[in-house]
């Protein structure tokens, strides 16, 4: 492959950052807080929850305690995922859509279930295509489901190809000017971009300590939350809703910090929220008829 002046591979890595995120995911393989949620049924998750807690699986027996705590974070990532799903519009079995970010696939296979699409997903990360990949052999549904090694900020696929696009979580691995240009050209006209991010509150001040905190634990650069709007704006992305789900996420990072997977991000999450400093959002906008 091509080197630029800058030294870095010309292709789906652009920069020396970029290749850092993906080494990041490449090498989390050993992930239980995904992948022992993923075992219950099949469905691998990269997102977190929302939704009340049930706080009786903390009671009972303690051999299963364990186990009904895993189950219980993994409904309130399902709970997150249906959300997500139902703003994505009227999405016909003839439209394709997009995951940007997918992770190792488990948002993408519950839309293709929802609405009978093709969806095709895109990560930076090649051990991650090859996991989603193999779920999608396991169900039966190579055809309608594929995960690409391709970049979400130059994804190759035609314009105006998507009737709906969403990102879970992946946002703050981009320059959001960059990415929305990219939706905008992907999304037909009308078409409906589907975002739940992690943003930072520049109303009240910048970077609070603890969402930096959560910035160098998964190498990533929360965005202000004023940022989405300008870039939005900016091209031809109306937001047509927006929701602070940060009361309705608290819950899950609770019951996370007392499980037995708790990496020990859970402490900055919890922080940032009570304090005001990071909000969980999502953002629904639409794309202009060109
Ligand atoms: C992905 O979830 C998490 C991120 C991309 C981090 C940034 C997200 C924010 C909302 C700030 P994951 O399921 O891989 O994380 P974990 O392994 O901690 O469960
Ligand atoms: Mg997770």
Redesign the pocket.
Known sequence: MPTNQLGVTDGVLRSDYQKAVANYWNTNRN?P??LRLGDVDGYY????GIGDVDWSVLEGPETTRDDRVIRELHRLEHMQARFLIEQLGDVEPTDRVLDGGS?RGGTSFMVHERFGCRVDGVTISEYQVGFANDQAAKRGVTDRVKFHFRNMLDTGFDTAAFRSIWTN??T?YVDLFKLFAEFARLLKDGGRYVCI??CYNDITGGRSRAVSQ?DAK?I?N?HPRSEYFKALAANNLVPINVIDLTPQTIPYWELRAKSSVA?G?EEPFLTAYKEGSFH?LLIVADRIVR
Not at 45 to 48: A, E, G, I, L, S
Request: charged share 10%; with cysteine; proline share 0%.
């Open positions: 992930d807080v995904n998750h990269h997102h977190y992770g979580e992946t703050m991010t992690g959560i998964y990533c929360i990496t991000v969980y």
